[in-house]
């Protein structure tokens, strides 16, 4: 007998005691990707307005395994990025874009690896200034830069003399980003969410 959908949550909250309803909610939205990703494949020119979902959580509660786990129960390919490495686009190191570009090229055939999820961890580096002594903000700009990808924008990936390996669209991806939050955390307590809350009853 094949496994329906609540068979593979109940597998997943076995394992992590106390996030039945994140488990729930994650995997849902993750499944719903996937149904739009394979819709995709078939007629591509359909839109597909990108997915977004943020987890907050101290270390230890699951946000890294159960997302990883739901992924590998619905054979949906994931890739990493550390936003901590994260620079604005045109200096040194790599950019978002870059990053995700990295990564992309493992997965050329959007018919073998439909529904691509992009994990972003340590998201709140992104969102605190990095250069205070200068008054620059260069975290809005990092910011700005990622929210038009996640708007969707046609991306070609090129190789040597300019040549286009590979195209995509930025928005038919599916983001995870998590990180601790903690004053966040704090001043959400009573709050229902998506995320790793932690509360008076799950400390």
């Known amino acids: ?27 849902t939205y993750l ?11 078939k007629e591509p020119a359909v839109n597909h307005p990108s997915s977004c979902v943020l987890l907050m959580g101290a270390s230890g509660t699951g946000k890294t395994y159960i997302t990883k786990t739901l992924c590998n129960e619905f054979n949906l390919s994931y890739i990493e990025i ?19 570009n990295d990564e992309i090229k493992a997965y050329p055939d959007p018919a073998t690896h439909p529904g ?25 700009i990092i910011q700005a ?4 990808y996640l708007d969707g924008m046609e ?27 903690e004053e966040l955390r704090k001043n959400r307590l009573t709050i229902p969410s998506a995320g790793f809350i932690i509360n008076k009853e799950n400390k």
């Open 1 to 27: 007998m094949s496994k329906t959908f609540p068979d593979y949550l109940e597998k997943i909250k076995k394992k992590v005691v106390g996030q039945d309803y994140v488990i729930d909610r994650l995997g």
């Open 31 to 41: 499944l719903k990707h996937l149904l739009k990703s394979i819709m995709l494949v």
């Open 116 to 140: 691509i999820v992009v994990l972003v961890d340590e998201f709140d580096k992104m969102c605190m200034p990095q250069d205070e002594s200068k008054h620059i903000n260069y975290h809005y």
């Open 155 to 181: 991306v070609n990936i090129k190789g040597k003399s300019d040549t286009i390996l590979m195209s995509y669209n930025t928005g038919k991806l599916f983001y995870v980003f998590w990180r601790n939050f």
């Open 82 to 100: 550390n936003a901590k490495s994260i620079t604005q686009e045109g200096w040194s190191g790599t950019s978002f874009i870059q990053a995700l």
């Open 145 to 148: 830069s990622i929210l038009k």
